[in-house]
Structures are given as structure tokens and as C-alpha cells.
């Protein structure tokens, strides 16, 4: 169900959540592998950084199951999307604001993190009328970006190494056909890409 049906008893809900999480994790364990959950602010549980932070506390399985970060979708969780008592910023903030907002999250997500997915984002969401608003990705150089792709991405690679991060990915690709059809979109997704393995490799 929905984040409003979670909302409506979330400290039994992330518990039935956390089970099946920590059943998942030990089949994973089992075959040498592990999971990322992904911070969505439509997912139930993981539609804000409080509910992330809590539910990976809850599985307490840091080896087998760890917290999968997307640009886009955790700067919404930053803006209270879904989760409006989470909310660290407003709309219209400061570069001063955003950056001591980003530093509480990615400190609290930070040593969860195992998975993460290089975006773009400009404030906004999809989703209407009774539907969960949902995660939204941009292009990469998005007139409307509110991210510095490139700074954004080293407060969540830290010590990648010591999370057993090896490799990174671009996330965000549901665009228009003619935006997809064209060379230079995924030029400027490399781009980007080379720009965040240069900084933070």
C-alpha cells in the first residue's frame, strides 16, 4: 500500500516491513549477496530520510541489506514530499540551506548506502490527484537542475570503498523518445558521470 496507509500506524508498519526485509537479507547472505532498498518518497517506509534511516535501523543487517541513494529522489525527500513533518528545507531556499540539509541526510544515510544512482532533479514531482506523488528524474544538464551533480554525489561517496561501492550508475531515462533519440543527451549523462568518478573515485 501507499505511504498514507503506512502513515496511519508506522511503527507497526515498518516492522512488517523490516521483516520481510530481514527474511530477504538472509536468503542474500545465503548466496553472497546484498541488498539495496531504494529511498523513494512513493515507496512505503522509504518515502522519507527518516523512514529510510529507520527501517535499515530496524533490519539491523548492515552486511546483507543496505540503503540504495538517488540524487533526485532524496533531494525530494529533503523538500518533505509525502512527508512533510521530515521536511528539512522549503521550496524557495538558500545554497546555504540546501547544503546543511544535505549534510544532515547524507550523514544519517550516508553509512547505510551501497548503492548509488548519479541523477538530476529540479524540485518537482510526478503524481496526481489521489495517486502518491512520485520520484522525478531530469536530464542531466536541466535548465531547472537544482543539483550540482558533481558536489552532490561526494557528500554520498565518502569512503565509498569501505561500503564495498564499486561502481556507479546514472538513473533517470523517462524522458520523450526524441530527448532519448538524441546523441547528446547521453553524451551529456557520460559527461556528468566522468565528471563524478574524476572528483570522487
Known sequence: FGVAKF???PDTNI???AATFKEAAKI?????????AEGEVCWA????WKASLALMEEVGMPESLGFQADLAHTYTFMLGYNAPDDALLKKDHTEEEFWAAYETVTDKLRPWTIDFHVAQNDGEVHGAGDHDKTGKHC???DPNGKLDITRCSGYWLKDASDRGIEHICWDGCMFPNTTLENPNTWNTILKAMIDVRDAHS
Open 139 to 141: 536530464p542531466a544538464d
Open 45 to 48: 517506509g522509504l518515502h522519507s
Open 28 to 36: 542474500a547472505a545465503d548466496h553472497g549477496e546484498r541488498l539495496a
Open 7 to 9: 502513515l496511519e500506524d
Open 15 to 17: 516492522k512488517h516491513i
